[in-house]
């Protein structure tokens, strides 16, 4: 049975890491959703931002389990669309060479942007 309360059905799903610490679930949590909702025909964009969400985006990262390089390529595979924060990407020091092909780096007025383009029906916002 459907639950008709919500006459809006979610299209776009917008999944925002910031924090990419090996022992916190945040990192494998939001590919896992990300990978679920491409597969459920959702158009998925994920922003890594913060200095720390950046590194999910950094390619090569060596050792430790699950291989997150990996489970990216599998999301990019999928259609999900990765982009980083200029912002945190500066603070670090990655640069845009240095990130796993095709996440491409953005300014934060763009995720600004993307904050409101994502606050209306059909949309969703999920930050882990």
Avoid at 4 to 28: A, F, G, R
């Amino acid at each position: 049975m459907t639950d008709n309360t919500h006459n809006t059905e979610i299209k776009k799903v917008l999944l925002l890491l910031k924090n990419m610490v090996y022992e916190s679930t945040s990192p494998l949590e939001t590919l896992r959703f990300a990978k679920y909702y491409r597969k459920k025909g959702l158009d998925v964009i994920v922003v890594l931002w913060g200095p720390m969400g950046v590194l999910l985006g950094k390619a090569g990262k060596r050792g430790g389990t699950p291989k997150y390089d990996e489970k990216m390529e599998e999301c990019l595979n999928l259609g999900v669309v990765f982009r980083c924060c200029r912002l945190g990407s500066d603070i670090i020091g990655v640069d845009e060479s240095e990130l796993i092909q095709g996440v491409e780096i953005i300014e934060a007025h763009a995720v600004a942007e993307l904050f409101l383009k994502y606050s209306q029906p059909g949309h969703m916002i999920i930050s882990l």
